[in-house]
Each structure stands twice: as structure tokens, then as C-alpha cells.
């Protein structure tokens, strides 16, 4: 091959990262994509919480605040969403808190997050439009390729559930 094509080639496959790394650049640049809010950790930590301890009693927010450092009043907001999609109920009473409504294994991480609002998304655009997340009328060159991680991630987080993250973890309440 002569030396000419060589550096064609070289060119060209430069030419290919510079332009795949742009696009990466401003994916990440946008804030919205591939991050999770603090509202979806906070939900699956403070279930994966309860989780971990005999359900035949309920546990108080405080506690749950206090072991995992997540503020009192952000858990009483999460868990009135997760009450109101009945991944948890209330029980008053001094020895009043939350329990689960069904076991750990019956509750997948996806389940969580959709019961908090949290959407996992890696393009900003919808998958319906034919128009891309770069404002152009086209999809941009590797919107496929993050289409088929928001696939792999959302299968990753059906598949996982609050047993999954609790196995083996033993500790004394509060």
C-alpha cells in the first residue's frame, strides 16, 4: 500500500474519533442524559433499607434517614410517590413506618424508579422522530449506539430487584 493511502486512511479514521468524541462531549454536556437523580438512589437505597429487616414490622423514616444520611422531609416526598404506586404502605401508630407491599424479590429497581418519575434516557431525542437530539433533521451518526445502551441499562435495572442488592447483608435496626 503506498504511503498516500496510508495517510488517507489515517485521516480518515482520525477524522471518525474526533467527530465520534464531539458527539460525546455534548451528550455528556447535556444533563439529562445517562444521570440519575438523587431521587432514584435515594428510593431504591432507602427500600433496598427496609429490605434488609424483618418485614413483620414496619420501619420509621427516621431510622431509614439516619442509617442511609438521606434528609427526613426528602423521604417523606419519595415515599409518598412510592406509597401512592403501592410499592409501600404506611402503618401509623408509635411503632408506626413503612413495610413493602409485596417481597423483595417481587420488586424490581425499574419498578422503583418508574414509581419516583426517574427515567433512564441516553438520547434526547424520542425514538419515534426522525429528527435527532442535535437539533439537525437527521439522528446523529451514533444515536444507535446510545439507543442500544438505554436498552441495555433499563433491561439491566427490569432484571434487578430489591433482593438482589440486600443478599447476604445483615444489621441490627436502630
Not at 504511503?3 to 488517507?8: D, G, H, L, P, S
Not at 424508579?113 to 451514533?142: L, R, Y
Amino acid at each position: 500500500m503506498s504511503i498516500i493511502c496510508e495517510r488517507q486512511i489515517a485521516i480518515f479514521n482520525y477524522l471518525n474519533l474526533t467527530i465520534l468524541l464531539w458527539y460525546i462531549y455534548k451528550l455528556l454536556q447535556i444533563k439529562d442524559f445517562m444521570k440519575l437523580s438523587t431521587k432514584g438512589r435515594y428510593a431504591v437505597m432507602a427500600l433496598a433499607d427496609i429490605a434488609k429487616f424483618d418485614n413483620s414490622r414496619p420501619v420509621p423514616l427516621r431510622d431509614i434517614s439516619l442509617r442511609q444520611g438521606i434528609s427526613l422531609l426528602y423521604l417523606e416526598q419519595i415515599f409518598s410517590m412510592l406509597k401512592k404506586n403501592q410499592i409501600v404502605v404506611s402503618v401509623r401508630g408509635s411503632n408506626g413506618g413503612y413495610k413493602l407491599t409485596k417481597s423483595p424479590e417481587q420488586i424490581k429497581i425499574s419498578n422503583i424508579f418508574s414509581a419516583v418519575e426517574e427515567n433512564i434516557k441516553t438520547v434526547g431525542c424520542k425514538k419515534e422522530s426522525k429528527k435527532g437530539c442535535n437539533g439537525k433533521s437527521t439522528k446523529c451518526i451514533t444515536h444507535n449506539l446510545w439507543d442500544e445502551l438505554e436498552i441495555h441499562i433499563n433491561d439491566f435495572f427490569n432484571k434487578k430487584n430489591l433482593s438482589d442488592l440486600v443478599k447476604g447483608k445483615n444489621e441490627n435496626r436502630i
